[in-house]
C-alpha cells in the first residue's frame, strides 16, 4: 500500500509538473539535500580532493555546490522519466552526431554501446530507441521489490528501449548475434569483485573498472562506441558517440577498457559538475593476488 501511496499521490504529481515547477522543485531540493540534510558530503569532497589534488579547497567547494544542483536536476528529471512524451525527449535530447551508429546499422553492423552516470544517463538512454536505428538494449539490476521493478521497466522502455537482467545478457546477446543491434553498457560503475576486473589509473587514482563491454565486444568481434551525454543547458542534453574500436580482437588486452574510460575522465575534467561524485567509486584496494587480464 506504501508503495501505491508514494507512486501514486507524489512521485506521478511531481512528474506531471510544468518543467519551470519541476526545475523550482530541484532548486528546494537542492537546499533541502546540500544544507540541511548533507547527503553524503563527506563521501563528494574526498571524491573531489583525490580525484583534482592540484585544486583549491575553494575551487572544489564549487565544483561540489554545482554538483549538488545538477543532482537535484537528475532527481527530478528521472521523476519526469515516469510521464515524459516523446514529444519532449525528442526536443530535450539532441544527438550530435547519431549518423555514425545508423551507418553501421545500413551495414548489418552490431556495435557495443559504452556510456556512465555522466550527464542524464536515464534520458540518454530513454532516447536511444527513438533517434536510433538499430535495437537498443539496457542492463538493469532487478529490485527486490516487484512494484517498483514493474514500474521502472516500464518508464525506461516505453521509447523502444529492451531491457535485460544482468545475468540474461549472454544469452541475450547470444540470440541476436544474427540480429543488427546495439547492446548498452555502463562503464564506471565499481566491479563487485577487485581481482576480477581492469586496474588503471583514473582521476589520479588506482581504479578497478568492469572488462564486460570490452569482453563482449572481443567475442563477437563487434566495434566498440562510447557515448557522451554532455549538459547543454538545465533540462537539455546532447547525446554524442567516440569510436573506440572498429576491430576489438586487433586490440591488445585491456586496451579498449583504457580508451573508454579515459574519454569520461576527458568529459569529467572539463566538467566535473555533471559525473555522480556520490557514488563510492574507490571503496576497494588493488588486491595482492590481482592478474592483469589477457585477453
Same mark, same amino acid.
Given at each position: &500500500?506504501?508503495? +501505491?501511496?508514494l507512486y501514486y499521490l507524489i512521485i506521478i504529481p511531481i512528474s506531471l509538473l510544468p518543467y519551470p515547477l519541476? +526545475?523550482?522543485?530541484?532548486?528546494?531540493?537542492y537546499l533541502f539535500i546540500y544544507y540541511i540534510l548533507g547527503y553524503r558530503k563527506k563521501v563528494v569532497i574526498s571524491n573531489l580532493k583525490n580525484s583534482f589534488p592540484k585544486k583549491s579547497l575553494e575551487e572544489l567547494k564549487l565544483i561540489e555546490k554545482k554538483f549538488y544542483s545538477h543532482f537535484c536536476d537528475i532527481i527530478v528529471e528521472t521523476l519526469k522519466t515516469f510521464t515524459i512524451s516523446e514529444k519532449d525527449i525528442r526536443k530535450r535530447c539532441n544527438y550530435k552526431n547519431a549518423e555514425m551508429l545508423n551507418e553501421y546499422y545500413k551495414k548489418g553492423q552490431s556495435v557495443i554501446g559504452v556510456t556512465a552516470h555522466y550527464g542524464n544517463w536515464e534520458w540518454g538512454a530513454l532516447s536511444m530507441g527513438i533517434f536510433l536505428k538499430p535495437k537498443t538494449m539496457g542492463i538493469f539490476q532487478k529490485l527486490k521489490s516487484n512494484f517498483w521493478d514493474k514500474k521502472l521497466r516500464a518508464s525506461r522502455s516505453k521509447f523502444g528501449l529492451t531491457l535485460i537482467p544482468t545475468d540474461k545478457v549472454k544469452p541475450w546477446l547470444n540470440e541476436n548475434k544474427n540480429n543488427v543491434v546495439f *547492446? #548498452?553498457?555502463? #562503464?564506471?560503475? @565499481? *566491479?563487485?569483485?577487485a581481482n576480477r576486473?581492469?586496474? &588503471? /589509473?583514473f582521476l589520479n587514482q588506482e581504479t578497478p573498472v568492469f572488462l564486460g563491454a570490452e569482453k563482449y565486444a572481443r567475442e563477437f568481434n563487434w566495434p566498440l562506441i562510447y557515448a557522451i551525454v554532455r549538459k547543454v543547458k538545465r533540462g537539455y542534453y546532447e547525446i554524442e558517440f567516440k569510436l573506440v574500436t572498429e576491430n576489438p580482437r $586487433? $586490440? /591488445? *588486452? @585491456?586496451?579498449?577498457t583504457e580508451k573508454h574510460v579515459k574519454i569520461l575522465e576527458e568529459s569529467i575534467i572539463e566538467n566535473p559538475e555533471y559525473w555522480l561524485w556520490t557514488h563510492r567509486r574507490w571503496k576497494y584496494s588493488k588486491p595482492d593476488d590481482y592478474k592483469p587480464y589477457q585477453g
Amino acid at each position: &500500500m506504501l508503495n +501505491y501511496i508514494l507512486y501514486y499521490l507524489i512521485i506521478i504529481p511531481i512528474s506531471l509538473l510544468p518543467y519551470p515547477l519541476l +526545475y523550482l522543485f530541484s532548486d528546494f531540493l537542492y537546499l533541502f539535500i546540500y544544507y540541511i540534510l548533507g547527503y553524503r558530503k563527506k563521501v563528494v569532497i574526498s571524491n573531489l580532493k583525490n580525484s583534482f589534488p592540484k585544486k583549491s579547497l575553494e575551487e572544489l567547494k564549487l565544483i561540489e555546490k554545482k554538483f549538488y544542483s545538477h543532482f537535484c536536476d537528475i532527481i527530478v528529471e528521472t521523476l519526469k522519466t515516469f510521464t515524459i512524451s516523446e514529444k519532449d525527449i525528442r526536443k530535450r535530447c539532441n544527438y550530435k552526431n547519431a549518423e555514425m551508429l545508423n551507418e553501421y546499422y545500413k551495414k548489418g553492423q552490431s556495435v557495443i554501446g559504452v556510456t556512465a552516470h555522466y550527464g542524464n544517463w536515464e534520458w540518454g538512454a530513454l532516447s536511444m530507441g527513438i533517434f536510433l536505428k538499430p535495437k537498443t538494449m539496457g542492463i538493469f539490476q532487478k529490485l527486490k521489490s516487484n512494484f517498483w521493478d514493474k514500474k521502472l521497466r516500464a518508464s525506461r522502455s516505453k521509447f523502444g528501449l529492451t531491457l535485460i537482467p544482468t545475468d540474461k545478457v549472454k544469452p541475450w546477446l547470444n540470440e541476436n548475434k544474427n540480429n543488427v543491434v546495439f *547492446p #548498452g553498457f555502463v #562503464g564506471d560503475q @565499481s *566491479p563487485f569483485k577487485a581481482n576480477r576486473c581492469h586496474w &588503471m /589509473t583514473f582521476l589520479n587514482q588506482e581504479t578497478p573498472v568492469f572488462l564486460g563491454a570490452e569482453k563482449y565486444a572481443r567475442e563477437f568481434n563487434w566495434p566498440l562506441i562510447y557515448a557522451i551525454v554532455r549538459k547543454v543547458k538545465r533540462g537539455y542534453y546532447e547525446i554524442e558517440f567516440k569510436l573506440v574500436t572498429e576491430n576489438p580482437r $586487433e $586490440e /591488445t *588486452p @585491456s586496451s579498449i577498457t583504457e580508451k573508454h574510460v579515459k574519454i569520461l575522465e576527458e568529459s569529467i575534467i572539463e566538467n566535473p559538475e555533471y559525473w555522480l561524485w556520490t557514488h563510492r567509486r574507490w571503496k576497494y584496494s588493488k588486491p595482492d593476488d590481482y592478474k592483469p587480464y589477457q585477453g
